[in-house]
């Protein structure tokens, strides 16, 4: 398997594990206010999201730019939870701005790269100009990321067409499943438990 495929492969099953479910939790919380005939413009959020990533996993993983984990640990769930009360306020896609979608997917994409850029980091070689890992470790995310959008698109034109729900309950459900789990991470974040003691 040549390296572009391993990193590939790499990208693809990082966002796809259930270990670091916080990504897949954005992912969802992101797209839960989108209908099965508006993919595109979820196509376009997810893109978005990507670019935003992509830019931070570079810089971090080439070791540009530094955070402490701490404090990405911290960040991550709080996207997580601004993004699902942001859908239960305005649930409705179209009563929102497509700009603000798409700045706020790409700007939380800037955080989320930085959870990616350990364990990229501790994969490429030493002296490696880390290019390919990283074009083909993007692309791997973005891959996982259109099945997880599919999956999610799919689940709710169940839930929506066949089930009969309404699109509004379906928003408070998922939108508030996900800041119902982001919370709980956000407190058992290391940064906060720190401030507890």
Known sequence: MSEFQVFLQLGFEHILDFAGYDHIL???ALCAIYRVEQWKKVLVLVTAFTIGHSITLALAALEVVKFKSEIIEFL????ILITALY???RMNPDQ???AVNYTLALGFGLIHGLGF???LR????PGDSGITPLLAFNIGVELGQILIVAIIMFIAYLVMNVFRAKQRDWVLFISGAAAGIALILLLESDLVAGLLK
């Open 96 to 98: 929102q701005k497509a």
């Open 122 to 125: 501790a994969m490429i070689a």
């Open 117 to 119: 850029s350990t364990l």
């Open 76 to 79: 991550i769930p709080l996207t």
């Open 26 to 28: 954005f992912i969802v």
């Open 87 to 89: 859908h239960v306020f």
